[in-house]
């Protein structure tokens, strides 16, 4: 982890951000006599806790050590995210002649303007998550790094937080590859590749996982020459074999030089380059880039908490174990985020801390396995899911039905020349009971939630192709699944019964 203080290049926008994440010259506040909740960890989980559980009367104390706003805000979706939207606009005006009617001159994609509207909307969004607007809410801020001192209080700066409960919300950091000579080479991960300013022009990303193949195209698209290399067969292991097909085709497509069952087997610095040695089966190649990115997994910040003094049970690779309720080992502790889960996204995050307000503060009783959860890869085309997969269906032996439809099917996709694609809606079979949803789009993301939603509320398919959607809009797809569904519905024998009514009628 960087220097809890430090940001770079340090420009204004990083000098607005620190501000509020890390504002210069901070005192902590004289701690209470005792708090309902203390909260270690200032990420979205340990945020939306804290102010929750703040706006409904609890006396609370939030400890960060590094930057308010945690990985999201700082080193993850919004920078991840803001440079995404950069490499899109170059890529749309790489299409743009059947749109304009001609070719337009090349456009050098300018990447350090990328990197500074980054900074720019980065500090802005930092604002709502600032160590000056929680002090507003009610919170007592202490910026410092939280250790257990005993399984009822907590020490931060030589200050000592007595707690009624503790929340652990200490998030995740990048998992260390482990490839001969990256070390001694040098590579960047998530906390540092956003704090560049001038395009590097040969990039080895590592790791074929949302982050990896989000910013391998980001770069590309921003001119760098990007190698993509994954030891899995398929880009985002677990999804749908078609979905990460189409994937693998977008980033060739870009110009990503795509190397799946890949491993990196070494790497060596040698003069003002990198050599990474890449093992395909029987095939071993030496390519030299100027920076490698890593995006290899994930690790839980369990570390240098004293979790054993809490009597919180952990592991360095799951992170806190916590039950269904998400309480730890000692039932004064709860744990919510990415430090204590599989499915690490920012609303997963969100979801356990409300989860964790009212179980640990009002005799709740939330479960995690209740939670629906949908995700996103925010690749062009983006890749999207909800719910169970083919495959899982298959080996868990419940019976299914599903329901596609082309992207190419769907006039708004159409005209839009975003045909790539598709929805993917699978119920139970003979039900239109929705037990999941693929949705491969360019805005795949914002489609998933409403499958999520009638999954959440129990509405079936039916009722989707029920639910009037404006046309033209892409999220008709979801319809005319509905419809398919609809159609399997029409037998033989109430196809026969229809014609004879009509007849009839006539
Ligand atoms: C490049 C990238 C892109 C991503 N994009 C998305 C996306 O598009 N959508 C999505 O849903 N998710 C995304 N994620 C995942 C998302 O960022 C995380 O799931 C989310 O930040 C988890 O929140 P958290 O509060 O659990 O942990 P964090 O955000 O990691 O916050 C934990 C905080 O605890 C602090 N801390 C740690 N130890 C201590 C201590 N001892 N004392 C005090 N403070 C401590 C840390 O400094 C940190 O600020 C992305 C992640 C990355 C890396």
């Known amino acids: 982890m960087k220097p809890p203080n430090r940001l770079l290049p340090n420009d204004a926008y990083d000098a607005e951000l620190l501000a509020s994440a890390r504002p210069p010259g901070w005192k902590n506040p004289t701690p209470a006599p005792r708090y309902n909740l203390v909260v270690i960890g200032g990420g979205t989980a340990g945020l939306v806790t804290a102010v929750g559980a703040a706006g409904l009367g609890a006396k609370v104390a939030l400890i960060e050590k590094s930057l308010m706003g945690g990985d999201c805000l700082n080193f993850g979706c919004v920078p991840s995210k803001a440079l995404l939207r950069s490499a899109r606009f170059y890529a749309d005006l790489d299409e743009a002649p059947p749109f304009i009617g001609r070719e337009l001159a090349p456009v050098e994609a300018d990447f350090a303007a990328a990197l500074t509207r980054m900074r720019r909307l980065r500090a802005r969004i930092g604002r709502h998550d600032s160590a000056e607007r929680l ?47 990256i070390e001694e080479a040098g590579y960047l991960t998530n906390e540092t590749v956003f704090d560049l300013t001038a395009r590097p022009r040969r990039l080895l990303v590592i790791g074929g996982g949302p982050l990896g193949c989000e910013l391998a195209q980001a770069f590309a698209r921003l001119g760098c020459e990007v190698t993509i290399a994954s030891q899995e067969r398929y880009f985002l292991p677990g999804e749908e074999r078609d979905a990460a097909e189409i994937l693998a085709d977008a980033l060739r497509r870009d110009g990503i030089d795509v190397r799946l069952n890949t491993a990196v087997a070494s790497v060596a610095k040698e003069g003002g380059e990198k050599r990474a040695r890449l093992i395909n089966y029987d095939q071993d190649e030496t390519i030299a880039v100027d920076e490698i990115l890593t995006g290899v997994g994930r690790a839980p910040n369990v570390e240098g908490l004293n979790l054993e003094a809490a009597g919180v049970r952990y592991d360095a690779t799951n992170g806190v174990s916590v039950d269904d309720f998400l309480r730890t080992t000692n039932r004064r502790v709860y744990a919510a985020g990415d430090v204590a889960l599989d499915r690490k996204y920012t609303h997963m995050a969100d979801a ?11 005799l709740g009783r939330l479960r995690l396995s209740s939670l629906i959860v ?3 890869t925010y690749t062009d085309p983006e890749i999207a899911h909800v719910g169970v997969y083919v495959e899982e269906a298959r080996e868990r032996g419940f019976p299914m039905k599903t329901f596609t439809v082309p992207m190419s099917e769907v006039d708004r996709a159409v005209l839009d020349g975003e045909e790539e694609g598709f929805v993917k809606i699978h119920v139970r079979e003979g039900t239109d009971v929705i037990l999941g949803a693929t949705i491969v789009a360019r805005h795949a993301g914002e489609m998933i939630n409403e499958v999520s939603l009638a999954m959440v509320a129990g509405l079936g398919l039916r009722t989707l192709s029920r639910v009037i959607h404006s046309y033209p809009t892409q999220a008709e797809a979801i319809r005319k699944a509905g419809d398919a569904h609809g159609r399997t519905r029409l037998t033989p024998f109430w196809r026969a019964l229809s014609r004879r009514w009509l007849a009839w009628s006539r």
């Open 374 to 376: 949908p995700w996103c």
């Open 352 to 362: 356990t801390a409300r989860i964790v307000i009212q179980n640990a503060l009002f």
């Open 135 to 181: 002090r507003g809410l009610g919170v007592d801020v202490f910026l410092g790094e939280g250790r257990f001192a005993d399984r009822r209080s907590v020490e931060v700066e030589g200050a000592r937080l007595e707690f009624q409960k503790a929340v652990v919300a200490t998030g995740s950091r990048a998992a260390t590859p482990s490839i001969e000579g």
